[in-house]
């Protein structure tokens, strides 16, 4: 009988995501143009959605848990140093870029296997791009190699967090270490290390087994155990029936305890492929294909001997191409393995990187038909951002957890909520937007953004407010005006318009940690950017790689702020609020509004009005940043409004 592995899959026929359709409260022709627009993506979307693909097939990730760094042990890890690399060196002064084992470096820098906050922002991103579960390449409890034990705690770590996301997992095993100490032969080994795979792993809900619950596991190799007697022993340790699975040309050295064989990634490249499909998996009790970005290690490089061969990415046309294949060919296999998340050393990288960003990732989504963007990968990498940003903040901590679990839970708007509110409540700062083509600065003149070089007044100064749903209003200093495409002119207005229009809403997109892209949220394909060079900023298509569209946030001092707030006379207090908010200024209140972060307007509670004061009750509301916008005999002011019930 034909063996299933169980699987969590996302990627399924009539799954509803979230669409999100918001339209402007006024009743003009923008509105049907964006109805319409988003009427028809909503088709496009469904049928993204229901396309059969890989969608009753397994995915799963090769995953590397091998990257060690001083925050977790006492040095940098050999695969990030190899021979000759050393991290401490820093090789960019402007992004803190450190020098690796590698040609591709990693958008949150190197770091450490053992890390939970790395564990989590990877295992994320990889459940919405579609993958099952990930196949952890492991080196098991003892081996010759002098980091076996490291490598214990890196892998016990991920398998932790893994269960704590939902998230299934086997693993892959490695027996090149296999060796003849401590009165050992090589099959001991072995053996030692599936007695721990059914003590440790084997019992946890999420590790991949098949449809009549025997475990599912595989092998690098076999290199060192060989011979059918051997395995025939070894896999005794298990003490159960399993789905072994050796790669498909080393089969022979397992013998019929090898329940199938899986393909790699070789210098034939597509060719190989072509031949596991048509000729291998065939006659495969189980079979897992492979698809993979590209090949380029590091290893002559790095001084770990001479490099094996290249495989051109192509610009993602080589993992659409490997992906495409196993859609052709899925009724020959049973499952498909992507390679690699994240070998550095070799080049076979999925996890976002300075060099390609989400690029393979918003592949993935697009090849298997999950219902995410870019979108929710750039506000997974956020949620990773604040873990560090507030490490040493409980509170914040916790919050970060409960967006974690919305994330788990699909449940994106949320988890975005939770983050904004985060940030609203911990920012008041001051930015230079500095271009990284030509190190100008934008700055407000009259209606529209220009650049050029820094001069000292407040129309070079923005503050970054928070709209709701990850999206920011770029505000300037001087004028409280904000950036926006409302007119759609091609250059980049800045002018007093409404707090909900989408036109004035921005996504930041990072590039490298430290520059980043900005999106506007009404046309998703408008970015800020120079391109032309007239001194006046645009909005326009832009590629990931132009520079004239990468952009980084200098912070400046913003006590001038407060200061001109107080000249103004107008103050709200208690701010943060858990009763009542009052206003006071030196000159008559008219009027004001209360607005939740998505621009919302919402009642409050008999307010009490005089002729510079109003008291209003704020106990209805829940946790979280509001802003009052407070008219009256004095310029329109807009002010965040943090409230801690």
């Not at 072995?190 to 449809?211: A, C, G, M, R, S």
């Not at 031949?275 to 079979?287: G, H, V």
Request: glycine share 6%; hydrophobic share 35%; aromatic share 14%.
């Amino acid at each position: 009988m034909k063996k299933i592995l169980n699987r969590r899959i996302l990627r399924q026929e009539g799954y509803v995501s979230a669409i999100k359709i918001m339209i402007y409260k006024k009743f003009t022709f923008r509105f049907y143009l964006l109805f319409i627009i988003l009427f028809l993506n909503s088709f496009q979307l469904i049928e993204a959605q229901t396309r059969t693909k890989l969608v009753d097939k397994p995915v799963y990730m090769h995953y590397m848990p091998w990257f060690d760094s001083p925050e977790y042990n006492s040095n940098w890890g050999g695969h990030w140093t190899m021979s000759n690399m050393d991290p401490n060196v820093i090789i960019d002064e402007i992004t803190g870029k450190r020098e690796i084992a590698s040609h591709y470096y990693p958008l949150i820098g190197p770091y450490d296997s053992q890390d939970p906050d790395v564990i989590e922002y990877h295992i994320l991103l990889m459940k919405y791009s579609g993958i099952d579960g990930i196949l952890m390449n492991w080196y098991g409890k003892i081996g010759t190699n002098g980091d076996v034990g490291v490598l214990l705690e890196n892998s016990n770590s991920i398998v932790n967090v893994s269960d704590e996301l939902n998230m299934d997992f086997s693993v892959v095993m490695e027996d090149r270490f296999a060796g003849s100490e401590n009165g050992l032969n090589l099959v001991d080994y072995v053996y030692i290390n599936i007695e721990y795979l059914k003590e440790n792993y084997f019992p946890k809900n999420n590790f991949i087994k098949t449809d009549l619950n025997e475990p599912f596991f595989g092998i690098f190799g076999p290199v060192k155990v060989t011979g059918e007697s051997n395995w025939n022993y070894a896999l005794t340790a298990a003490e159960e029936d399993v789905l072994f699975l050796p790669l498909y040309w080393d089969k022979h050295k397992v013998g019929q305890r090898a329940g199938g064989g899986y393909d790699w990634v070789i210098e034939s490249g597509v060719s190989a492929i072509n031949y596991f499909y048509q000729t291998i998996a065939p006659t495969l009790d189980f079979a897992m294909g492979c698809a993979y970005p590209g090949f380029k290690d590091f290893y002559e490089e790095g001084g770990w001997g001479s490099n094996f061969f290249y495989l051109d990415p192509n610009q993602g046309e080589l993992l659409k191409q490997t992906i495409g294949l196993a859609e052709t060919n899925k009724d020959v296999i049973d499952a498909l393995q992507l390679v690699t998340w994240n070998d550095f050393g070799e080049g076979t990288i999925f996890e976002p990187t300075y060099e390609f960003g989400f690029q393979r990732l918003t592949i993935l989504q697009n090849e298997l038909g999950v219902p995410y963007s870019e979108y929710e990968l750039q506000q997974i990498y956020r949620l990773y951002k604040f873990r560090k940003m507030y490490r040493d903040n409980p509170n914040a901590q916790t919050n970060l957890d409960n967006a974690r679990n919305y994330f788990i839970n699909n449940q994106v708007n949320e988890a975005i909520s939770i983050m904004d509110n985060i940030e609203a409540e911990h920012s008041e700062k001051l930015f230079r937007i500095k271009s990284r083509l030509n190190g100008q600065y934008l700055y407000q003149d009259n209606n529209l953004v220009k650049y050029g070089d820094l001069e000292s007044n407040d129309s070079f100064n923005w503050k970054l407010e928070i709209a709701g749903d990850g999206f920011y209003y770029i505000k300037n200093e001087l004028s409280n005006d904000k950036i926006n495409i409302e007119n759609q002119t091609g250059l980049l207005e800045c002018t007093s318009i409404s707090l909900d229009s989408w036109s004035s809403m921005w996504e930041k997109r990072t590039i490298d940690g430290t520059h980043m892209r900005l999106v506007n949220k009404w046309i998703p394909n408008q970015y800020i950017n120079i391109e032309n060079e007239s001194y006046n900023a645009e909005h326009s298509t832009s590629e990931r790689s132009w520079l004239s569209g990468h952009w980084i946030l200098e912070e400046v001092d913003n006590s001038l702020t407060v200061e001109k707030h107080h000249a103004n006379g107008l103050t709200i207090f208690p701010n943060p609020s858990k009763g009542f908010v009052t206003i006071n200024c030196l000159n008559h209140i008219s009027n004001f509004m209360l607005y939740d972060l998505t621009g919302k307007i919402l009642t409050t509670d008999n307010p009490i009005y005089s002729d510079n004061t109003i008291t209003f009750s704020v106990k209805n509301l829940v946790r979280g940043v509001y802003f009052l916008k407070v008219q009256g005999d004095f310029e329109e002011k807009v002010i965040k409004l943090v409230i801690e019930n």
